[in-house]
C-alpha cells in the first residue's frame, strides 16, 4: 500500500506557543489529506480535508483559526496548531488516498503514524 | 449524519479461539466500508474495504463480510499478534470516513 509519513512522531511544547505538524506522501501524489484527532480511548475525528492549491475544508467545530491546515504541494500537507493549550493535547493523524489508482482503490486512505502533542 | 457503533469495546481471547467482532452503521449513501487495525501509538493500518452486502475479504486469520447494516471482522485462530485495535469506519460524500469507537483486543498466549 501507500505510504505516508508525518514529522514530528511527538512533540511538547508551553501553552501558547504554536506547532506545525507534517503529513506527506512518499511514493503517490496526494490532491486530498486528511487530519484527524484521537483522544485516549476516543474513535478518530475528522477535523478537516486538506486540498492541494485550495482552502482546507473544516468539519463543524473545529476552529479553522486554531488549527491553519496548508496543502502547498501534491505530497504536503501542514497543520499548524496556534497558540496551543493543554486541552489542544492529542494525537493527531494524517491520512491520504492516492487518487491515480484505479478502481476503488482510490477510495482507500492510508495513515501516517501519528503526532502525540502535549502542551504544557 | 452518518453513524458508527462497534462491539464489544474489548474482547479477551485465547490464542486458538475464534470470535467476531461488529459494526453497526447508519449512512447515507456507502461509499465503503473499511476496517482498519490500530497498534497503541501509531496510526491505524488499512485491512479491508467492503462495498456490497454479501462482500467477503479474507486476509490471512481475519475475514470481512457485510450487510446492509452491520459488517462483521472474524478473527479464526488468534495469536498474540493479533491483539490490537480493531476500527470500522464507513465511506461518505468527499471521501470522508466516519470511524466507530473501536474494539480493543487481546489475544493471550
Known amino acids: 500500500g501507500a505510504v505516508v509519513s508525518q514529522h514530528p512522531s511527538w512533540v511538547i511544547c508551553k501553552s501558547g506557543t504554536s506547532v506545525k505538524i507534517e503529513c506527506r506522501s512518499l511514493d503517490f501524489q496526494a490532491t486530498t489529506m486528511f487530519w484527524y484527532r484521537q483522544f485516549p480511548k476516543q474513535s478518530l475525528m475528522l477535523m478537516a480535508t486538506?486540498?492541494?492549491?485550495?482552502?482546507?475544508?473544516?468539519e463543524q467545530g473545529v476552529e479553522k483559526d486554531k488549527f491553519l491546515i496548508n496543502h502547498a504541494s501534491l505530497t504536503l500537507s501542514t497543520l499548524t496548531v496556534t497558540s496551543a493549550h493543554p486541552e489542544d493535547s492529542s494525537f493527531y493523524i494524517c491520512s491520504a488516498r492516492d487518487p491515480g489508482a484505479s478502481g476503488t482503490a482510490g477510495d482507500e486512505q492510508f495513515f501516517g503514524p501519528g503526532t502525540r502533542l502535549t502542551v504544557l | 449524519e452518518d453513524q458508527v457503533t462497534q462491539s464489544p469495546e474489548a474482547l479477551r481471547l485465547q490464542e486458538g479461539e475464534s470470535s467476531s467482532l461488529n459494526c453497526s452503521y447508519t449512512?447515507?449513501?456507502?461509499?465503503?466500508l473499511f476496517w482498519y487495525r490500530q497498534d497503541p501509538g501509531k496510526g491505524p493500518e488499512f485491512l479491508f474495504t467492503?462495498?456490497?452486502a454479501g462482500e467477503e475479504k479474507e486476509k490471512e486469520r481475519l475475514k470481512a463480510t457485510l450487510t446492509k447494516k452491520e459488517s462483521f471482522l472474524h478473527i479464526t485462530a488468534p495469536k498474540p499478534e493479533d491483539s490490537a485495535t480493531y476500527l470500522c469506519?464507513?465511506?461518505?460524500?468527499?471521501?470522508?470516513?466516519?470511524f466507530g469507537k473501536g474494539t480493543l483486543l487481546t489475544v493471550n498466549p
Open positions: 469506519a464507513v465511506g461518505g460524500s468527499n471521501y470522508k470516513l466516519t
Open positions: 486538506s486540498n492541494e492549491g485550495s482552502k482546507a475544508t473544516y
Open positions: 449512512v447515507s449513501g456507502l461509499r465503503g
Open positions: 467492503l462495498y456490497s
